[in-house]
T-cell receptor, first 112, second 113 residues
Framework: RKEVEQDPGPFNVPEGATVAFNCTYSNSASQSFFWYRQDCRKEPKLLMSVYSSGNEDGRFTAQLNRASQYISLLIRDSKLSDSATYLCVVSLTGGGADGLTFGKGTHLIIQP | DAGVTQSPTHLIKTRGQQVTLRCSPKSGHDTVSWYQQALGQGPQFIFQYYEEEERQRGNFPDRFSGHQFPNYSSELNVNALLLGDSALYLC????????????FGSGTQLSVL
């Protein structure tokens, strides 16, 4: 079983729609959780951390379910510029203190 | 303020050769990690350096080695290159204690023929 699993997509979504991605992780000892965004063959960039209570940053909402070992990302009112690959990331310690474990990513295409 | 810089941006090698990739961390950062990203995959952790020592290592063979210099810059060395080593190699840096603030460089695209 892969450590972090994501649906690779692609998700084709019309501009303005709401889209949600999920990922599951296998190591129950994981402590820190993140969503990174990666544009085509560029470096990953931190989109947001994911906290147990759930957290929101503008149009983006992240949720964590430790019991089910499941992380989600919701994007509301999607923009063309949201087209990218979204990487689900977990860490056994405070994020980055050890190596991060990345999923393969979910490819999102926002259509005009 | 320059971010994480990597060199070269692209490199072509043949099987069996050796390669050295270089990384300068973001100003103020003292911890450097290296990741390998094959096409269609997420980045995979190779190792992390702090205070000039390898602190953490992922599931990579000994052909992959590294070094960190007193100015915090780092090198990744790969010996006896295999076709499967073709990938984007990403360097990431952070400031000790600021675990969530991880910054990636734009990577070195290595092609092994």
């Amino acid at each position: 079983r892969k450590e972090v699993e994501q649906d690779p997509g692609p998700f084709n979504v019309p501009e303005g729609a709401t889209v949600a991605f999920n990922c599951t992780y296998s190591n129950s000892a994981s402590q820190s959780f993140f969503w990174y965004r990666q544009d085509c063959r560029k470096e990953p960039k931190l989109l947001m951390s994911v906290y147990s209570s759930g957290n929101e940053d503008g149009r983006f909402t992240a949720q964590l379910n430790r019991a089910s070992q499941y992380i989600s990302l919701l994007i509301r009112d999607s923009k063309l510029s949201d087209s990218a690959t979204y990487l689900c990331v977990v860490s056994l310690t405070g994020g980055g203190a050890d190596g991060l474990t990345f999923g393969k990513g979910t490819h999102l295409i926002i259509q005009p | 303020d320059a971010g994480v810089t990597q060199s070269p941006t692209h490199l072509i090698k043949t099987r069996g050769q050796q390669v050295t990739l270089r990384c300068s961390p973001k100003s103020g950062h003292d911890t450097v990690s290296w990741y390998q990203q094959a096409l269609g995959q997420g980045p995979q952790f190779i190792f992390q350096y702090y205070e000039e020592e390898e602190r953490q290592r992922g599931n990579f063979p000994d052909r992959f080695s590294g070094h960190q210099f007193p100015n915090y810059s780092s090198e990744l060395n790969v010996n006896a290159l295999l076709l499967g080593d073709s990938a984007l190699y990403l360097c990431a840096s952070r400031e000790t204690g600021r675990n969530e603030k991880l910054f990636f460089g734009s990577g070195t695209q290595l092609s092994v023929l």
